[in-house]
């Protein structure tokens, strides 16, 4: 089975510019979520999605961030403009609505804003 | 409120020696507990799960967790560490009937030669 895929798996941009990030999910899965990992604050989540109507974005940094969820096998997570303290390695992840399923993660996206 | 506690940043062991990676939670509801492996430059991979069955866990590569509510616990361990297990490791935990995630700030396991 195609687990979580991202792309690209390496971005280098210049601050300024817009990064878009993409993911499918697992086929029939009907969460999908957004985290972010540095080193300095671990893993956080940015966004969930579930049955593609955003439920929580309490932890999108700034206005700078926004995601989408155009259908149920597509979601973008845009950074416009880019700041250098962006840089981090982002992931994407997906579950079933069942109560306790695990959340299948994507190898996630490199991301460094110079 | 909900939170989960990796007692170790650094762990090191031999190579055969037992692994042992702590965990605590707190929880004001029953919690499904869950162990994650991120290899460098990898995402997270489940290792195993607790959803209130049994509270011993398997799960891939040898490796087991107990859940011990008396303890608000959820450790990992494995037998015999082997090389390919260095990594680090997540310990999560979430609601009953919510997919919401808590991750611990994680344990890194150096295993020597």
């Known amino acids: 089975d195609a687990g979580v895929i991202q792309s690209p798996r390496h971005e280098v941009t210049e601050m300024g510019q817009e990064v878009t990030l993409r993911c499918k999910p697992i086929?029939?899965?009907?969460?999908l979520f957004w985290y972010r990992q540095t080193m300095m604050r671990g893993l956080e989540l940015l966004i969930y999605f579930n049955n593609n109507v955003p439920i929580d974005d309490s932890g999108m940094p700034e206005d700078r961030f926004s995601a989408k969820m155009p259908n149920a096998s597509f979601s973008t997570l845009k950074i416009q403009p880019s700041e250098p303290r962006d840089s981090a390695v982002y992931f994407c992840?997906?579950?079933?609505?069942?109560?306790?399923?695990?959340?299948?993660f994507g190898d996630g996206t490199r991301l460094s804003i110079l | 409120a909900q939170s989960v506690t990796q007692l170790d940043s650094h762990v090191s062991v031999s190579e055969g020696t037992p692994v042992l990676l702590r965990c605590n939670y707190s929880?004001?509801?029953?919690?499904?507990l869950f162990w994650y492996v991120q290899h460098p430059n990898k995402g997270l991979q489940l290792l195993l799960k607790y959803t209130s069955a049994a509270t011993l866990v398997k799960g891939i590569n040898g490796f087991e967790a107990e859940f011990k509510k008396s303890e608000t616990s959820f450790h990992l361990t494995k037998p015999s560490a082997h090389m390919s297990d260095a990594a680090e490791y997540f310990c999560?935990?979430?609601?009953?009937?919510?997919?919401?995630?808590?991750f611990g700030s994680g344990t890194k396991l150096n295993v020597k030669p």
């Open positions: 992840a997906s579950s079933l609505v069942e109560s306790n399923q695990p959340q299948h």
């Open positions: 929880s004001s509801y029953s919690p499904s």
């Open positions: 999560v935990v979430t609601l009953y009937n919510f997919n919401k995630f808590y």
């Open positions: 086929s029939g899965h009907d969460y």
